[in-house]
């Protein structure tokens, strides 16, 4: 048996003891029984590119740095944070300035443990019984996740058929559903798609006529957007977070997950008017960012450079898989990739038996994600060796599936 074959079996076997066992006599909520746990599989496999992190560890600089912050952190544990985790929000403010030319003041940002709790943070505040979150779908998936913990309505508008955002479509939903949260992803997960910032301008007026269904007569939707991956767009293209300034009901999620390689220690923060900071502090647990957290995520901060410095490989390295991808095809025909401005690319559109490719990919040691609609794949940029084992590994696994179906080339 192989090496890679054992790494699956033995990961298998985590993923199974990893399912829930749920008593009939807990009184779950009634709306949670049957649901299942969200995340992707986490699997000891050689090549992971299923969950778009940054592929490349921190340097032994940086290590030591966050070690050191984190023995004088240690000496105070006894005490509880900083519940306004002041240093990290200048700390914020200082890489927005330096990243998208942001300029905004402390309390325009916040921080939590991912942007996973920003999201839900906002969800908690703005969402509720009564009231809507819509988004323009496919989208990332979490989403639904926080409006059944919070009681939210969950409403999608299709995308276009190149994953943009309908826009008119968007606006005319906005002003017959009355949401309380628009959610627009920038660049989407799983489509890799950026929303250019005319159409979030139009979004964002068509919100500041619109009522809010469930809410106070004179309230207005806030517009949400989530740019977890928004380091990988083209150079020269504007974000979000220079409209904070212009928009009062404009919230900008950020990370430090994925193009600033911080996934382990769980920062993610938002951008915003005072006002919507103050409506998250409400919702927020008391000291909900540890001190181990927020000293962590100084040192990183001092390394910006270094945290960001294969950045550019990356964008580099999407360009050319994305080519590469484009050259491959799946019974006789060309597969489809998605234009990305992030760190990973949708291909394929025509993998009718995605779950068996990716079932192949898995015994090959690669690690992708079946996500997105049917026929798609998703695959994370990762280091030039693993990319090389990628590409390898699909070759195989899209000629295996065919024999596995039958087809033979004409
Ligand atoms: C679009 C999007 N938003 C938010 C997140 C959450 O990231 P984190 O909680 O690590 O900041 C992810 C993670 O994959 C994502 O794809």
């Known amino acids: 048996m192989s090496a890679e074959t054992n790494a699956l079996m033995d990961a298998n076997a985590i993923a199974d003891a990893g399912e829930p066992t749920i008593p009939a006599d807990l009184p779950l909520r009634n709306d949670l029984i049957g649901e299942e746990p969200y995340g992707a599989p986490q699997l ?5 590119l299923n969950v778009n992190e940054n592929p490349y560890a921190p340097k032994a600089d940086v290590v030591n740095s966050i070690a050191e912050r984190i023995r004088e952190a240690a000496a105070t544990v006894n005490r509880y944070p900083d519940r306004e985790h002041e240093e990290l929000r200048q700390a914020f403010c200082t890489y927005l300035k330096r990243e998208s030319d942001a300029n905004l003041q402390p309390n325009q940002v916040w921080g939590a443990n991912g942007s996973n709790e920003i999201m839900l943070q906002l969800f908690m505040a703005f969402g509720g019984p009564g009231r809507t979150a819509l988004a323009p779908a ?44 628009v959610v627009l992803t920038s660049p989407n997960n799983p489509t890799g798609t950026a929303l ?29 957007v989530d740019e977890a991956y928004v380091e990988f767009r083209d150079p020269g293209t504007p974000s979000a977070v220079t409209l904070v300034n212009d928009y009062h009901h404009l919230a ?97 559109g025509n993998l009718d038996e995605r779950e068996l490719i990716f079932e192949q990919m898995l015994e090959r040691g690669v690690l992708i994600r079946v996500v997105g609609p049917d026929g798609w794949l998703r695959v994370c940029m990762g280091t030039d060796q693993e990319m090389a084992r990628f590409r390898e590994a699909l070759v195989e696994s899209l000629r295996a599936v065919e024999q596995l179906c039958g087809y033979t080339a004409q």
Not at 44 to 48: R, T
Not at 139 to 162: G, K
């Open 196 to 224: 250019p910032m005319e159409d979030l301008k139009l979004i964002l007026e068509a919100c500041q006529d619109a009522a809010v269904t469930g809410a106070q007569p004179g309230t207005h939707p806030i517009v949400v």
């Open 44 to 48: 000891d496999v050689p090549v992971c």
């Open 138 to 181: 496919p989208t990332y998936s979490m989403y639904p996740e926080y409006a059944r913990d919070t009681f939210t309505q969950w409403q999608t508008v299709p995308r276009n058929d190149d994953f943009t955002v309908n826009v008119g479509a968007t606006i005319d939903a906005i002003k017959s559903v009355g949401p309380a949260m």
């Open 252 to 348: 900008v999620s950020r990370t430090m997950s994925k193009a600033f390689a911080f996934a382990g220690s769980r920062v993610g923060y938002v951008a915003a008017a005072p006002g919507i900071i103050d409506c998250l502090r409400i919702v927020r647990m008391p000291y909900h960012l540890s001190a181990i957290t927020q000293a962590a995520a100084l040192a990183a901060f001092d390394h910006t450079d270094e945290q960001l410095a294969e950045v550019d490989h990356l964008r580099d390295i999407r360009q050319q898989t994305a080519a590469w991808l484009e050259q491959q095809t799946y019974k006789g025909q060309p597969l489809r990739v998605m234009p990305s401005q992030s760190n990973f690319l949708l291909f394929g």
